[in-house]
């Protein structure tokens, strides 16, 4: 079993929302930086969104302005709040937790944008 679990991953129509959650445990929130990335079957993922243990956010240009990471302690979950999807943002989101020593990487959940 992976230390990361993400769910939240659906179908949706461009131009609509979805909201990613990844959720792992007390200690790792408390220390880890997490991360969004996005695969497409036969190529690397590529980061789209960051936050570290203290709450700084960074993101990849593409999705600036339309993705939002944030996370609750309490609940030991990261979320990804999604909006104007488009087609091209469709692949799988997997969650990244990390630090010096450590690199834990979830299965990931499946989004899907259509026309």
């Known amino acids: 079993q992976v230390p990361v679990v993400e769910s939240g991953g659906g179908l949706v129509q461009a131009g609509g929302s979805l909201t990613l959650s990844c959720t792992g445990s007390?200690?790792?929130?408390?220390?880890?930086?997490m991360e969004w990335y996005h695969q497409v079957p036969g190529k690397a993922h590529d980061l789209v969104a960051g936050i570290t243990s203290g709450g700084a956010t960074e993101y990849a240009d593409s999705v600036k302005g339309r993705f939002t990471i944030s996370k609750d302690n309490d609940k030991t979950t990261v979320f990804l709040q999604m909006h104007s999807l488009k087609p091209e943002d469709t692949g799988l989101y997997v969650c990244r937790a990390y630090e010096v020593g450590v690199d834990w990487w979830g299965r990931g959940t499946q989004v899907t944008v259509s026309s």
């Open positions: 007390r200690s790792m929130f408390g220390r880890y930086h």
